[in-house]
């Protein structure tokens, strides 16, 4: 039984769809100014597990992620680039759909755009407006009235006095409060003329909270199963969100038995760099696409799924490096066991141990130590028992996105190591060790082994004179 972890109640809660067998979810997806960074990676990577645990699990699901294709960073990049806002963003999301599939992830069943909701935008401001939890300021934009909603931060768990406390926004033209929020923003004469619609009240652009309300609320309706997003996003992205979305739709006051707008809230940790925080602004993040240059995409995908999704990862060469001889130790098991993936009887042991990992709130760490357990028993297995191990192994890692290559292909591969030996280099070092041997200059093939180990390179002689290598 899948519990989740959900952070509007703080605990793990029983999974119960609100339709017997199908899951809705949405999640937060990419701002698209600039090339993605290894955090926007694990929120990639993160519920691309989730789906895939989900469907595994017989579910059905409609798997949302947006793009927020318009906001103040895109328009402030477009400027400086003096190009029109559809080719920066169009350029940045081929990138995000380059990086995507070069990390092996799913798409998601449906990639809205916010530049094409803003009439679904400016239909729930109305509604806003309407139950008198948004108005209109001197400047022109509209702002959502936080304090005449009681419920306000049951995300962020901290009452309206705590986050007025905190907040350091300045109230100007005409705004109310500082906790409240921008709906609509009133065009800016200096703003060019792609970044603006007309409204109700005047020309302008939405502001960035309200792309989501709506977007999620359209495709999915007005209560969900899942939320998704970055830890960073749970206040005030998602607190605004539930704002909107709830006062919209029952104005002031929710009833008890009124549905929430989502029943479960994920949010995944930070990667972290050197113990701080990743981000653009502290000019510590690396690009995927950079990554992806010195490392494996299986490796950088099994580096996030090897903390828990909610932990703050630490983000380095040598934790990329340890999660690579994680694998390597797997995809040797495979190697030494022929295999193919099977379909997996339910009241099989590792089965079910791996179900009871990824069932208790997506726990990849333990459902990895299984796969780590299972390989060893693969390694110590003999005849038609160490190939059905071998099948269950690449099964399991399969549902995980691991373990779907010729083993030798991965063990291989040289993607960490340029300017080291290539494959071609390495094989004429075995050629030259076999005549070594054939020689019987046992010292010599000795040597060229070790030459060969001190460059990372492990050799296996195999019975007929088969020397077959891997990279450390």
Request: hydrophobic fraction near 40%.
């Amino acid at each position: 039984m899948l519990q989740i972890y959900n952070t509007l109640s703080r605990s793990k809660q029983v999974f119960k769809p609100i339709v017997p067998g199908k899951v809705k979810m949405y999640v937060c997806g990419m701002t698209v100014y600039d090339f993605c960074h290894i955090g926007h990676a694990r929120v990639m990577i993160v519920f691309d597990m989730v789906v895939r645990w989900l469907r595994a699990s017989g579910y059905e699901v409609q798997y949302v992620r947006n793009i927020t294709d318009i906001d103040d960073k895109i328009i402030n990049r477009a400027v400086e680039n003096g190009e029109p806002i559809s080719a920066l963003t169009n350029r940045f999301i081929a990138a995000m759909h380059a990086d995507s599939d070069a990390l092996g992830l799913m798409h998601p069943d449906q990639e809205p755009r916010a530049t094409d909701y803003i009439q679904q935008m400016q239909g729930m401001i109305g509604k806003l407006i309407e139950h008198e939890l948004a108005y209109q300021v001197d400047d022109g934009d509209v702002n959502f009235a936080v304090r005449l909603l009681p419920r306000y931060g049951q995300l962020s768990g901290k009452s309206l006095d705590e986050l007025n406390a905190g907040e350091r926004v300045a109230i100007i033209g005409g705004k109310r409060d500082p906790l409240d929020f921008v709906l609509w923003k009133s065009a800016k004469p200096e703003e060019p003329a792609d970044t603006r619609w007309a409204s109700p009240w005047g020309v302008g652009r939405p502001g960035w909270h309200i792309e989501c309300s709506a977007m999620s609320c359209d495709l999915l309706g007005d209560h969900f199963d899942i939320h998704g997003g970055g830890a960073d996003l749970q206040f005030p992205h998602h607190e605004n969100e539930i704002a909107q979305s709830e006062g919209a739709l029952y104005g002031q006051q929710r009833k008890e038995d009124d549905a929430p707008f989502v029943n479960y809230w994920m949010h995944n940790g930070h990667i972290r760099v050197n113990e701080e925080k990743m981000s653009k602004s502290l000019g510590n993040f690396f690009l995927i696409r950079d990554v992806l240059k010195s490392f494996d995409a299986e490796v950088i995908r099994f580096f996030m799924l090897k903390a828990h999704y909610r932990s703050p990862i630490n983000y380095s060469d040598a934790q990329l490096e340890e999660a690579r001889s994680g694998l390597v130790r797997l995809y040797t098991a495979l190697a030494h066991a022929p295999s193919q993936v099977m379909t997996l009887d339910p009241q099989n042991p590792w089965a079910q141990r791996f179900a009871q990992a990824m069932n208790d709130d997506f726990n990849t760490p333990e459902a990895i130590a299984v796969l780590f357990e299972l390989a060893s028993e693969v390694n110590r297995a003999q005849g038609d028992n160490k190939q059905q191990l071998a099948g269950v192994l690449k099964s399991l890692g399969g549902i995980l996105n691991f373990l779907q290559r010729d083993p030798t292909q991965f063990l291989q591969s040289d993607i960490k190591d340029e300017g080291g030996l290539s494959a071609t280099q390495i094989e004429e070092q075995i050629s030259q060790r076999v005549a070594a041997k054939q020689a019987k200059d046992f010292a010599q093939a000795d040597l060229i082994r070790k030459t060969l180990l001190e460059q990372g390179v492990v050799l296996e002689d195999k019975p007929g004179g088969v020397t077959e290598w891997r990279r450390a």
